[in-house]
């Protein structure tokens, strides 16, 4: 199917978020829009797939004039959207899920679409269980489902909103290999993103937005300094390489086992000493996330012991961990991280321990304009935290945790954010490290941001450690074996 | 100017809630075949039409007081305390029991209510912290537990009455045996209220609303009840923090059945806690967090149990004719809210 998009505008309040963008794309196309956060990418993906309205602009689909005014408007002519944070319902089943929001009879002949089911994900090699519940599955298996529910559905025209943040290497190669297919069938595939190499691997065409404005498209071969110069306007580089100066020991791990329901890791030992980071790679569901939150005591270790500062904690719970000098930052913002309805300021109150009975509201928001400063976050103190966007959010949370910190562990620390803030947000903690002596653990699944600012590396495979690698050593290609499960037998 | 035009907008809504309810149970005194205007001025005549009638109003309104500002608590911890019924029977019940044990003692009067408030306080605090320990470590639902709990006061008061309390010779729906004088709160000559049940409502809203706006405390449960996940990775220690806000709840509760007992029946009755734990869930409802809008709230839900109560006399109408209007109101502001948020996500959008 065709897309065309015709002088596209929204402002919301005094932003303007897309400002007359003009878009063809055509049948059996890939196309990427590429932008930075706040560029207008996700907006105009809204627009076009129901979730808000144009203030001005067209909308043609093969050549007609369509008024698309919610999700199911859109995709009753054929338009779908893949979230970035998937849309479904996790206590359900597979199965269920893909039933659910289809059209049709009351009672659904479950025997008869799960062989429909089943015949559409050969089709893309998935091996999804429909009768498994959704909560189990990882992004990147929530992902596969969602497509075949759109395909299902009749998408012809498929947006996926930053599709390759947070699933593995793996899934993604997958994923891209689905795209292709889906493109080849005649079905036209929107992607967006920030990341250039997604970009360059995958699209037939590449559009840039900046600050709401179309400026410029591309087609392959891509030249990378280009389309960054056309993203930021300037070309950004990545700093080289510092060698850590370590301190005295923050973190030690004696022989520790952890299990859940699904995996059992170890047994590990591992010392951190201080200003050392630790990058955590592996394909997700590969047991580091286990690993990282038995660090913060919110799991406990089955066997061994584990010491902070050379204090035994083993065994004790996330806020004895947390008074110790153990700082955790979660991946999943407004379930773990934030509290909706709460403002900044009453974030930053909650996350300093000052004593005393009465809040000091003065000097909070004092702190509050501090930390914005400071964090770069665009937000007032009376700013509710569901009311920032992505990564502002993402920043709020490296504001809140706490100083001093002895050991700071991460989930994904700068997911969803574009260069120049990863940048920034890497500069804030190398610099933690090296004048507050924290140790830093974190989980990426980009592997650039691993090698680029870990000092050693661990890399896990179904549960598998691996000693560490010296990040300084380690090429690319080396990790993404180790995360494929190849060449473990070095070990 | 903008944020004006808000204000404006804001309480042209609240006006067409109010509108909205007065329309419906108008409706409903039409099918019923009364005179609503007459309906209206028999309530209103009926709660404020005198002195005696105002303080009468003011004497339910304390004891609806306190258990309003004691689910604020509980709301803000994002608790559906609905067993606040109960624990305001418990308060009575301590208070009652602290009583009879102590009027026959050559302590000070005024020692002894304050012992006995004071304990039923503490009754009504533990019969909260049930509730709170059933959540916290057997997993049931506030909700149920509570409601469980509200049974089990009603069955534990009936007992009392009519067993070990019982009037001399045999007991009767009526209650136990009414305390002296020397053991009421001090009233106001010639009227049914003590002016130390209102001093102690407005103390206690005063109290609940620094501790919600300017505490560590209030607001720590307020991110529970907002987030208990992400509440528990900042730092907070969130069952602990359910179970103060239970204890607190408890006590307010509990408090409230202790002037039922002190300042208005001076006894135990089956009934004794009026239903206000209810009725204040439907006030905390409305005001929606917001601490010092319970006080004229209450008061208008107090005027119109009172001002209800002459309505079988005067228009042969059922005194239930006040919780239709409370009830209606509670839906109309809520309906009324979520048509607010739309209208102002549409003004959003066009601005």
Known sequence: MNVELIGIRKTFGPVTANDNIHLRILSGTIQGILGENGAGKSTLMKVLSGFIQADQGLILLDGKEVKIHSPADAIHYGVGMLHQDPLDFPPMKVIENFIAGSPGKIIPNAKEVIARFNELQRQFDFTLDPQAHVDRLTVGERQQLEILRLLWLGAQVLILDEPTTGISALQKLKLFETLRKLAAQGKTIIFVSHKLEDVEQLCHRVAVLRRGQLVGEATPPYRIDELVQMMFGKVVSFGGRESYKPGEMALELKDVSIEDYRMRIGPVSLQARKREVIGLAGMEGSGQLLFLRACTGLIRPTAGRMLVNGKDLTGKGYHTFLKNGVVYMPASRMEEGLVPGCSLMEHFVLARDQGGFFVDWEGAQKIAQEQIAGYNIHGRPDSTVESLSGGNQQRTLLALMRTPASLILMEHPTRGLDIESTLYIWSLLKERCSNQGSAILFISSDLDEILQYSDRILVFFAGRVSPPLDAASTTVDQLGQLIGGRGWDAF | ?351
């Open chain 2, 1 to 351: 100017m903008q944020r004006n035009k808000f204000q404006w907008t804001n309480i042209a809504f609240q006006l067409g809630a109010v509108a909205l309810a007065l329309g419906f149970t108008t409706l409903v005194l039409i099918l019923a075949d009364a005179p609503p205007l007459e309906a209206y001025k028999n309530l209103f005549v009926g709660s404020f039409g005198s002195i005696k009638k105002f303080t009468d109003v003011l004497v339910a309104w304390a004891p609806l007081m306190l258990a309003t500002t004691g689910l604020l608590v509980t709301f803000t911890a994002g608790l559906w305390n609905i067993g606040i019924e109960g624990q305001i029977t418990l308060g009575a019940i301590f208070t009652t029991g602290v009583l009879r044990v102590l009027q026959d003692s050559s302590a000070p009067p005024t020692l002894i209510l304050t012992l006995a408030i004071l304990s039923g306080m503490v009754g009504g605090a533990l019969w909260a912290a049930l509730v709170g320990a059933l959540k916290t470590f057997g997993g049931v639902n506030e909700i149920f537990g509570g409601l469980g709990m509200n049974f089990v006061a009603t069955a534990l008061t009936l007992w009392l009455i009519f067993g070990p309390w019982k009037r001399p010779g045999i007991g009767s729906m009526s209650g136990t045996e009414p305390f002296p004088e020397a053991l009421w709160l001090p009233q106001i000559t010639s009227l049914r209220l003590s002016i130390w049940s209102v001093v102690i409502a407005v103390a206690a809203l005063i109290c609940i609303y620094i501790l919600l706006k300017g505490t560590y405390f209030g607001l720590r449960l307020k991110a529970v009840g907002r987030n208990m996940r992400s509440s528990f990775i900042l730092g907070i220690p969130t069952w602990q923090y359910m179970m103060a806000s239970f204890l607190v709840c408890g006590a307010l509760a509990g408090l409230a059945g202790a002037i039922q007992v002190t300042a208005v029946y001076h006894r135990l009755i089956p009934s004794i806690s009026s239903g206000y734990g209810f009725l204040g869930l439907l006030v905390a409802m409305l005001v929606n967090f917001q601490a010092l809008w319970t006080l004229p709230v209450a008061l208008f839900f107090a005027a119109l149990n009172i001002g209800s109560i002459q309505l079988p006399i005067v228009l042969k109408l059922d005194s239930s004719l006040s919780g239709v209007l409370q009830g209606a109101l509670v839906l109309s502001v809520i309906i009324m809210e979520g048509v607010r948020q739309r209208f102002l996500k549409a003004a959003r959008e066009r601005s």
